[in-house]
T-cell receptor
Framework: KNEVEQSPQNLTAQEGEFITINCSYSVGISALHWLQQHPGGGIVSLFMLSSGKKKHGRLIATINIQEKHSSLHITASHPRDSAVYICAVRSGNQFYFGTGTSLTVIP | EAGVAQSPRYKIIEKRQSVAFWCNPISGHATLYWYQQILGQGPKLLIQFQNNGVVDDSQLPKDRFSAERLKGVDSTLKIQPAKLEDSAVYLC???????????????FGPGTRLTVT
């Protein structure tokens, strides 16, 4: 049983499309992270949320604490957005990670 | 601000050999994490340090893995002896105590890609 589930696992989009990646979790959390991992392994933290919504450029992250669900949206997607997007939650002293969503944006 | 540094970036060893990875966290970050990420999976926490003390090592295979952070700054992770299933990317991350509990931020290093043949 995974504490964090992401969907879809794989996603291919045309450049310019609006993209949504979903994350559901089953534990009580103090924070939820959206991470971006490019080929080669480096991980960059995109957002950290405990409530509501955050926006950074073309990226928007929302969280619904009652429903234990978060979404990451990418507007006007671009090939450079191609990466694996990972949802992670902090629960007490533990971090739980989703298996990631592999996004490919085609020119 | 310099990021989390890890070395080596890549390592290829034969099974039953030993290997060590090094991590230097962001200056001033009290908390350091080692993660194992097997291809196609999300990162799995191996060990968490707060300064030089271990907070959580429940998922560390202690028969072959060890980690230390003697002076509360940089850390080493060792595998001895390595098995084929240890092939993975080993990620180090750090975070600061001086942030509100609800805004816990981790900064990741570039990772070390280990291949065991």
């Amino acid at each position: 049983k995974n504490e964090v589930e992401q969907s879809p696992q794989n996603l291919t989009a045309q450049e310019g499309e609006f993209i949504t990646i979903n994350c559901s979790y089953s534990v009580g959390i103090s924070a939820l992270h959206w991470l971006q991992q490019h080929p080669g392994g480096g991980i960059v933290s995109l957002f950290m949320l405990s409530s509501g919504k955050k926006k950074h450029g073309r990226l928007i992250a929302t969280i619904n604490i009652q429903e234990k669900h978060s979404s990451l949206h990418i507007t006007a997607s671009h090939p450079r957005d191609s990466a694996v997007y990972i949802c992670a939650v902090r629960s007490g002293n533990q971090f739980y990670f989703g298996t990631g969503t592999s996004l490919t944006v085609i020119p | 601000e310099a990021g989390v540094a890890q070395s080596p970036r890549y390592k290829i060893i034969e099974k039953r050999q030993s290997v060590a990875f090094w991590c230097n966290p962001i200056s001033g970050h009290a908390t350091l994490y080692w993660y194992q990420q097997i291809l196609g999976q999300g990162p799995k926490l191996l060990i968490q340090f707060q300064n030089n003390g271990v907070v959580d090592d429940s998922q560390l295979p202690k028969d072959r893995f060890s980690a230390e952070r003697l002076k509360g700054v940089d850390s080493t992770l060792k595998i001895q002896p390595a098995k084929l299933e240890d092939s993975a990317v080993y990620l180090c991350a750090s975070s600061s105590l001086n942030t509100p509990k609800s805004s816990y931020e981790q900064y990741f290093g570039p990772g070390t890609r280990l291949t065991v043949t």
